[in-house]
């Protein structure tokens, strides 16, 4: 076959333009959905960031806060460096993290009698979140000052609750304080 007589079939003009409309969706398609995972990307990123460092958010264990928290609930904490009595937080201990309620403070004394009331400072501390006073498991000696740089962290269920009546945790350094509560997440209510 000679050059003359092989025709090549070019496009029509409205072929031209619909291939050209095609490749220009594709390309915003892809624009679209890259800066749309980009975006989710980041937020993501973020939202670990903001958990780890500033809101971490944790899960209930057990049974140590009833009835105040239940096993299975889920908390949203605030790290910081300054804590008051009756705080909600989360302790660091042996690699666990143990949920207790802030008693006493640097300087405080406490003193617990057998009927389970607690005593700062020589007044009974108000408590109404404990529906069961117990000394519970206690091996400390009372009274008891709080070191410095220190708090007395106890359960809310007194008798099941291994807190700073044990001489196993003793009274908790501040920097083995992961947080206190903010709110509680789950359930709402």
């Known amino acids: 076959m000679s050059r003359a007589s092989r025709k090549v079939k070019l496009p029509t003009e409205e072929q031209v ?9 594709k390309s915003r398609y892809l624009k679209t959905l890259w800066s749309t995972i980009s975006a989710l990307l980041v937020v993501a990123a973020i939202a670990v960031l903001v958990s780890t460092l500033f809101f971490p958010v944790i ?13 299975g609930n889920i908390l949203v904490l605030v790290k910081s460096d300054s804590y008051k009595r009756g705080d909600i937080c989360c302790i660091e201990w ?6 207790k309620r802030v008693i006493g403070l640097p300087g405080d004394t406490i003193f617990i009698d057998d009927e389970g009331n607690v005593y700062v400072n020589d007044e009974l501390l108000d408590e109404p979140y404990v529906t069961g006073k117990s000394l519970g498991e206690c091996d400390v ?3 008891l000052q709080v070191p410095e740089g220190r708090v007395f962290v106890l359960g809310d269920h007194r008798t ?4 700073s009546r044990s ?6 350094e501040k920097e083995q304080i992961y947080g206190h509560k903010l709110f509680k997440a789950w359930p709402l209510f």
């Open 59 to 71: 899960q209930v264990s057990g049974t140590s806060m009833e009835p105040t928290l239940k096993d």
């Open 160 to 163: 099941t609750s291994i807190d």
């Open 141 to 143: 000696e009372f009274p």
């Open 94 to 99: 042996q690699n666990k993290k143990l949920i």
């Open 167 to 172: 001489s196993a945790i003793g009274c908790v």
């Open 17 to 25: 333009k619909a291939e050209k409309k095609r490749n220009e969706y």
